[in-house]
């Protein structure tokens, strides 16, 4: 897929690994949709249309239908089309599963798999109509292998290994694909909230011996929305971390 003049939906784009992925698509020339459950910060908006391309801001909180609806509806009145969207919107509430309120588990599930299935299922009209379109969803690694007080988040993110693998079964007659990303560990907030003892013992873990960037990631979204004969695909960006 040429992705110039695309329009390009990233769900939970207010920072981190999803706006870098807004950008990686800007400067490929695609326009662009920013979404997060509030108003993103003009600045922002301003530095993507530096690019040279269109830029949206368009709130919606992914976890209701309706509001996805309006977030579709949107997309298509404003930009006239949708061609690729990434689901990278979700949460984390870890702890350990004896203490992990049943609110913990439902709420990281709701927002991690079944807003990805929202905005999968309400974006399918309009990219049925056309007969072209991806869909590019966040996985993670620990989807494939779990992880010690993460039964939620591995829960939710597995879960979306096996949606992407369906619905690019399904839709597949239409032109369409679908694909997954598992990040690995990358270089974010989170993992610089890490004592420098414990980031020694993770990296320790991973055959590159570092932690992964933000753009690293974006690379690989962009790859699989240009590369028309990948589907049902799930790319680990990790290091080799999972390798074995």
């Known amino acids: 897929m040429d992705l110039k003049d695309k329009v390009v939906l990233v769900t939970g784009s207010s920072r981190g690994i999803g706006l870098e992925v807004a950008r990686a698509f800007a400067m490929q020339g695609a326009n662009v949709v920013l979404n997060a459950r509030k108003p993103i910060d003009a600045t922002i908006i301003q530095q993507i249309k530096d690019l040279g391309v269109n830029c949206w801001d368009i709130s919606a909180n992914v976890t209701d239908v309706d ?12 930009a006239g089309h949708l061609d690729v969207v990434v689901n990278n919107a979700g949460i984390v509430r870890d702890g350990l599963l004896n203490r992990m309120s049943e609110e913990d588990f439902n709420s ?23 007969r072209s379109g991806c869909f590019i969803n966040m996985a993670s ?3 494939l292998t779990g992880n010690i007080g993460q039964a939620n988040y591995a829960a939710s993110k597995a879960g979306i290994i096996g949606l992407t693998k369906s619905v690019a079964q399904e839709v597949a007659l239409r032109n369409l694909r679908c694909n997954a990303i598992a990040p690995g560990m990358i270089d974010t907030q989170m993992t610089q909230q890490l004592s420098d003892k414990r980031q020694t013992e993770i990296i320790n873990q991973i055959p590159l011996k570092r932690f992964g960037q933000i753009k690293e990631v974006a690379a690989t979204a962009v ?8 589907t049902g695909q799930t790319i680990t ?4 971390l999972t390798m074995q």
Do not use: C
């Open 67 to 78: 509001s996805v609806k309006n977030l579709i509806n949107s997309i298509l009145e404003q």
């Open 108 to 130: 990281v599930v709701k927002t991690n798999l079944v807003g990805t299935f929202n905005v999968i299922r309400q974006s399918l009209r309009s990219m049925y109509k056309q």
């Open 141 to 143: 690694v620990v989807g």
């Open 223 to 230: 790859f699989l929305a240009q590369n028309d004969y990948i």
């Open 237 to 240: 960006v990790d290091g080799g």
